[in-house]
């Protein structure tokens, strides 16, 4: 049990599973669980015993048994003891201070990754305000390669995503048309596709392959399917750069998923064996956001963010390309407005940073969300300011496939304009030569690339 006084009132903890989730600041899904804090005055209790918790605690004390959960197991079996001895003297509040300290320099951060488990992480996120996510997360550097080079300081890269409610072929090539002449493109050009049928899956990841072959791009591509039927689609020669899928913080919600870390290790090996990369072997993509375990009932009395973090684990142990938060995607229940979206988008850059995963943001919301377009634009500013890796790019920022609001091949480029950031250094010396980029580097399209014309839908 854990405990923390506030004036004369003492406020006790029954685990470290419910101090970690009544001192996180508040959040609907939380709520919804019925795992947050009863006041304010609980939250900041719980705040200060998490801030004087040894961070050994976490290595002794699991929030979901070990015995039952995978995700565990991997967390504490791989725990790094070298990369954690710098460290492991700390308190969580030690560890925020020492990471907002001058001590914390990239390369320090770069050693000390294999050693956070994700526990530790969003301990330290809980008691840090925005200003110190957005501070630590900015000196994590985490650069991952395929085709390009994702994550390099200085560069923010763009996930074009051309989907399509009945993937038409022309609807997605005009779409990577638009995305490619704004720059956008060089994360990945990843498609969602309407349905996960085989079929449909291999038509699309033929035509992918064959727009980037014909314009010679320096990227990637991937159709967001099921990893099996991905696997099976590599088994049978199908062009697959990227293997993608969406996971999450504990082995039950894995499940749900139709998936577990043996089949991803499978996938993973599968991709590998094709050997299609041109300057690194990283050929995985995850999504995450927070709330899917719980709406998976699945979430086993752990709270939201602090799956979350876990799911970051799962995604390490790969070696991915790509991870990204589609942070609003799963609606209020999880993530009630833009003042809870903007907090958990932030939290989530940070977590996965420290962990030394290569995150990037869907910043999203839905339409029944109390939020709106200045509350993505505030919190992409926010992001980019920090280092994230990489955004998503949707035509006019409304996926019609989907039917959620993310962030336009504009909005990116206005961010790359704004806060001085650049494309991935291959994919920019393609810009140039296309003749995309003005004498200031900034990308300028004045004309379309012949080339190009062959997108045109005719």
């Known amino acids: 049990m854990y405990s923390a006084t506030i004036g004369a009132r003492r406020y006790a903890f029954r685990d470290l599973a419910d101090l970690l989730a009544k001192a996180s600041p508040l959040r609907s899904g939380d709520q919804l669980a019925g795992l947050a804090a009863d006041t304010g005055e609980e939250r900041v209790a719980a705040q200060f015993a998490l801030a004087d918790l040894p961070l050994t605690t976490f290595l002794r004390e699991h929030v979901v048994s070990y015995e039952s959960d ?33 001590h914390a320099t990239t390369l320090a951060l770069a050693a000390l990754a294999p050693g956070i488990t994700p526990e530790m992480a969003a301990a330290v996120s809980k008691i840090s305000r925005l200003q110190d996510l957005m501070v630590m997360a900015a000196k994590c550097s985490v650069v991952t390669r395929f085709r390009n080079t994702v994550g390099l300081p200085g560069r923010l890269s763009v996930r074009l995503q051309p989907n399509h409610p009945t993937d038409d072929a022309r609807g997605i090539a005009a779409s990577i048309l638009d995305g490619l002449l704004l720059g956008s493109g060089d994360a990945v050009i990843g498609i969602n596709p309407a349905t996960d049928s085989p079929e449909r899956t291999k038509t699309l990841l033929s035509m992918l392959d064959e727009i980037r072959t014909k314009l010679d791009i320096p990227t990637q591509c991937c159709v967001l399917s099921h990893v099996t039927t991905t696997l099976d689609l590599i088994r049978k020669g199908s062009p697959v750069d990227l293997v993608f899928q969406s996971i999450a913080g504990t082995q039950a919600a894995n499940k749900s998923f139709g998936i577990d870390l043996a089949l991803l290790a499978e996938a993973r090996d599968a991709a590998l064996s094709l050997h299609r990369g041109t300057v690194g072997d990283n050929v995985m993509y995850f999504e995450t956001g927070q709330g899917g375990a719980l709406s998976a009932q699945a979430h086993h009395g752990v709270d939201q963010q602090t799956l979350e973090a876990r799911a970051y684990a799962v995604a390490r142990r790969f070696k991915p390309l790509l991870v990204n938060s589609v942070v609003g995607f799963i609606g209020p229940e999880y ?78 480029l206005a961010m790359r304009d704004l806060l001085g950031r650049r494309p991935a250094p291959e994919f920019e010396t393609w810009l140039e030569r296309q003749g995309l980029m003005d004498a200031k580097n900034r990308i300028r399209p004045r004309v379309m690339p012949s080339r190009f014309r062959a997108l045109l839908p005719t």
């Not at 504490?76 to 925020?96: K, M, N, Q, Y």
């Not at 993530?335 to 943001?361: N, S, W, Y």
């Not at 939020?371 to 919190?379: I, K, R, S, T």
Request: glycine letters at 10%; aromatic letters at 8%; a negative charge.
């Open 70 to 102: 995978e995700v565990t197991r991997l967390i504490i079996d791989t725990h790094d003891e070298a990369a954690f001895a710098s460290v492991a003297h700390l308190t969580v509040g030690g560890l925020r201070d020492w990471l907002l300290s001058d």
């Open 335 to 412: 993530l009630f407005d833009g003042k809870q979206i903007t907090r958990a988008g932030l939290e989530d850059h940070f977590c996965a940073k420290l962990m030394g995963v290569p995150m990037g943001v869907d910043v999203c919301y839905t339409n029944h969300a109390e939020a709106d377009q200045d509350d993505a634009d505030a919190l992409l500013a926010l992001l980019v300011a920090s280092g994230v890796n990489f955004v998503m790019g949707v035509p006019g920022a409304d996926d019609i496939m989907l039917g959620y609001q993310s962030t336009s091949f504009h909005d990116a």
